[in-house]
């Protein structure tokens, strides 16, 4: 299959060597794939919580059972949220990132030292983020709601509610928000009645609440299956609105989406939500597929399997995806906004999953190689991503990336070295079942989302 070419931005020798160590490994054969597996309006209260939260995680024999979608089932695939009434996750970050930033911390961090404190439950949480000029801490549902906890309690009035015009079946729902860098507007991604993602914006009132009136469609994307949604948006330190898509479904990319800059699944989008003549929106001049031959100028970054939470590093505004694997390896990539933040950059999937080769039919050119990946087993099958931490009160994770794993339960993390490689990792827990994402708040203090069980949790010093 052949792809446009785009014109890639200067790289740093440890980047190069990176993804030199790729293409070397690759280089006989690649594949790569992966499985994760109403009219709107405001007010109205909804249930904190739909199921009792259990103390410790569930057993691996359940938690491999979360798909309902038949394609996914037979490949195995296992994303957060997909049982029954389980869901997906997003996060959102809106703040420009600081002017200056620490070292990473070289002492790992003593797990019995850490505590993850109950703070509020919710009807199966994907997503936290936050706005500009408001203290308030904002979760999105599955099931189309977002919440606002307010000194240190979630309201049940919703302050948006489309759950009429959402689908929630298998890895379907209100699936991220992001609110405008001046907080006046969100964006949110949601899987429609047909299945398939919608970006809408909405205008905000001063008092978080959603104008139902002021909704305006962006951009609608057809999905082929019902899983690999992807769904979280995220405002850049750029100010423009990134929504991350997965490959649109089923198992091993069968349609060969994700190296296919033509189509807008499998990719990290980049878009300015201005509209523009006749366009609900306009592209970024910047954009690397800006001009090229059949080529979406939406897309900023391909070879995505299921983008399962990103992040913008607040203090250095580089940016992380957690990519869902196929059937054997997890990864979690970074674009390093010093060689572009992600411009142009060819994440692999799906001539590799991870590391390894997998479709043999797709080109390995220019593949950047995840900073991390780990194989299917004791370390779980379904990455939930993840943020680099930037608070002030866990100084032992400083600068260290920090996410979760679906199905094993388990809570890691691991520094960033000065090369940008990353160190040996840490468990700081294995008692977390139905991850669906760690988020971060303004301050850079973590958050774990537990879809199925309902938990909202900060990861705190205990004691």
Not at 12 to 33: D, E
Not at 145 to 150: C, G, P
Not at 316 to 334: P, R
Not at 360 to 370: E, G, I, L, R, Y
Request: hydrophobic share 35%; charged share 20%; net charge negative.
């Amino acid at each position: 299959m052949s792809r446009p070419t785009v014109s890639r931005p200067t790289v740093s020798r440890a980047h190069r060597l990176r993804r030199a160590g790729v293409a070397l490994l690759g280089a006989a054969a690649l594949a790569a794939c992966g499985s994760q597996s109403s009219s709107g309006g405001s007010g109205g209260s909804i249930p904190l919580s739909t199921s009792a939260a259990p103390s410790t995680a569930a057993p691996a024999s359940t938690q491999n059972a979360t798909t309902t979608d038949p394609a996914a089932a037979a490949a195995g695939d296992t994303t957060p949220g997909a049982p029954a009434t389980a869901a997906i996750p997003a996060t959102a970050v809106t703040d420009a990132p600081p002017s200056t930033v620490g070292p990473t911390s070289s002492t790992p961090p003593a797990p019995a030292s850490l505590a993850f404190t109950e703070i509020g439950r919710m009807d199966h949480p994907l997503d936290m983020t936050y706005r500009a000029g408001d203290d308030a801490l904002y979760f999105v549902s599955k099931s189309g709601f977002v919440l606002a906890m307010r000194d240190g309690v979630i309201d049940t009035t919703a302050l948006l509610d489309i759950s009429r015009d959402v689908s929630s079946g298998s890895e379907q729902g209100l699936l991220g928000l992001a609110f405008s860098l001046d907080g006046s507007h969100a964006y949110v991604d949601y899987t429609d009645d047909d299945g398939n993602t919608e970006i809408v914006e909405y205008a905000v009132g001063a008092d978080g609440v959603f104008d139902p009136g002021s909704k305006r469609l962006l951009l609608e994307i057809d999905q082929p299956y019902a899983n690999h949604n992807g769904g979280q948006v995220r405002i850049g330190p750029d100010g423009f609105l990134y929504i991350g898509m997965g490959d649109g479904g089923s198992a091993g990319d069968p349609k060969r989406n994700g190296l296919n800059a033509g189509v807008l699944l499998g990719k990290m989008l980049r878009i300015d939500p201005t509209p523009g003549g006749d366009s609900p929106y306009t592209i970024p001049a910047d954009n690397p597929y800006v001009g090229v031959d059949g080529a979406r100028p939406e897309v900023f970054t391909i070879g995505l399997r299921n983008p399962w939470r990103y992040s913008f590093d607040l203090a250095t505004g580089d940016l992380w995806i957690a990519d869902v694997g196929q059937g054997d390896w997890e990864e979690i990539d970074v674009a390093y906004a010093a060689d572009g933040g992600g411009r142009g950059e060819n994440f692999g999937w799906s001539a590799f999953e991870g590391t390894h080769p997998f479709n043999d039919d797709q080109p390995t050119a220019d593949v950047t190689p995840p900073i991390h990946e780990y194989q299917h087993g004791e370390a779980g099958c379904s990455v939930s991503g993840g943020v680099r931490y930037r608070g002030a009160a866990i100084p032992a994770l400083f600068g260290w990336y920090v996410y979760g794993d679906y199905c094993s339960g388990q809570i890691r993390a691991f520094p960033v070295l000065d090369d940008g490689t990353a160190g040996d990792e840490v468990v700081l827990t294995s008692d977390m079942s139905d991850v669906a994402s760690v988020s971060q708040g303004p301050d850079g203090e973590l958050y774990v989302l537990r879809v199925d069980s309902g938990l909202v949790l900060a990861l705190q010093l205990a004691g």
